[in-house]
T-cell receptor
């Protein structure tokens, strides 16, 4: 049973560039959320995708956008990269209608470094 | 105000001893869930234990137990019989209400070091 998979594992970009991160949810899950984890901090919610639409969004600028595909996989796009975007980006998946005690299942993350 | 507060940036514990990691939370929603995750250096967030706001008893999962004090808004994680493999970052997280199923609030974490 495959868990949440993310690619790439590491990425180095230059300030001002654009980046795309990819996520495949755990088998049987249909909802994907993205989190940003800066060094030494806890993850922060970016947004959630369900049925190919953004359903909820955290306090992140429009430079952060996403997409969900019919197979439930998802992409996170960040435009006009800033040094402060350097972080571990975590993808989490869940199943709609899950029990209240259902945790989010996380991938290993993509480590983005902006120079 | 911070939704989740973890006041211990780092903790040391001797192998085979018990350790308590502190977590306080802030919410006005009567329905919420509290989660603890372990994050090894590999980066993956590993779910450990859950406590619901309406649960009458403290949650337990193997060596992990949750000391839930609702009036104090605290949900401390207790790890019994610590093992070297328990060395990692530990995060407390909260889900508010059924509409925010995927929006978790995380604390800043506690780095646990288990000494042989």
């Amino acid at each position: 049973d495959a868990g949440v998979t993310q690619s790439p594992t590491h990425l180095i970009k230059t300030r001002g560039q654009q980046v795309t991160l990819r996520c495949s949810p755990k088998s049987g899950h249909d909802t994907v959320s993205w989190y940003q984890q800066a060094l030494g901090q806890g993850p922060q919610f970016i947004f959630q995708y369900y049925e190919e639409e953004e359903r909820q969004r955290g306090n992140f600028p429009d430079r952060f956008s996403g997409h969900q595909f019919p197979n439930y996989s998802s992409e996170l796009n960040v435009n006009a990269l800033l040094l402060g975007d350097s972080a571990l980006y975590l993808c989490a998946s869940s199943r709609t209608g899950g029990k209240t005690n259902s945790p989010l299942h996380f991938g290993n993350g993509t480590r983005l470094t902006v120079t | 105000a911070q939704k989740i507060t973890q006041t211990q940036p780092g903790m040391f514990v001797q192998e085979k001893e018990a350790v308590t990691l502190d977590c306080t939370y802030d919410t006005s929603d009567p329905s919420y869930g509290l989660f603890w995750y372990k994050q090894p250096s590999s980066g993956e967030m590993i779910f450990l234990i859950y406590q619901g706001s309406y649960d009458q008893q403290n949650a337990t999962e193997g060596r992990y137990s949750l000391n839930f004090q609702k009036a104090r808004k605290s949900a401390n994680l207790v790890i019994s019989a610590s093992q070297l493999g328990d060395s990692a970052m530990y995060f407390c997280a909260m889900r508010e209400g059924p509409r925010n199923f995927n929006k978790f609030y995380f604390g800043s974490g506690t780095k646990l070091n288990v000494k042989p």
